[in-house]
């Protein structure tokens, strides 16, 4: 009887867990083209400016399931995007600044920056499904960023979205 008793109590903890405002959180590991690695840097001192938005940003999904329940499932994209396009622009550029806004000119020409690359956050769409046969989330991810290239005056030299 206590087996049971402890069992009931295993699944209901599980249950609330999965249903409190926490979630789950889910690993996020993008990656970086190798060949990006062959390129030879662009002789250029580059500001890199990731919106905050962009840099903290998390996506959340709820999902009901007759069987297993509420899942509270929590997506920390910013961070490790943000990391990643950190490593990026190294490579692209001879010399990286990272910037917590879009500062004055004077910053700017203190700092010795030939141009600012900006990134933003346009879209985030999310597709989950819980699969009951291997009791998982499959999903489909479908991001959107604005990267602008500025020169040292922030006047757009360039823009193009990523999908």
Request: some cysteine.
């Amino acid at each position: 009887m206590k087996k049971i008793a402890l069992f009931t109590l295993l699944i209901f903890l599980f249950v609330v867990g999965c249903a409190n405002g926490r979630g789950m959180k889910v690993i996020i590991k993008p990656t970086l083209d190798k060949q990006l690695k062959e390129v030879q840097p662009l002789p250029l001192h580059v500001g890199l400016f990731i919106e905050p938005s962009l840099r903290h940003f998390s996506q959340e999904e709820w999902q009901n399931n007759p069987i297993a329940g509420i899942h509270h499932y929590v997506f920390p994209i910013g961070e490790p995007l943000a990391k990643n396009i950190e490593e990026m622009t190294n490579m692209v550029f001879n010399r990286v600044t990272i910037l917590n806004g879009l500062t004055n000119l004077e910053t700017i020409e203190k700092a010795g920056l030939d141009a600012i690359l900006t990134v933003q956050l346009k879209t985030s769409k999310l597709e989950l499904i819980v699969e009951e046969s291997v009791w998982r989330a499959i999903g489909k991810h479908d991001l959107s960023v604005q990267v602008s290239f500025l020169d040292k005056n922030q006047n757009k030299i360039y823009g193009f979205p990523f999908d």
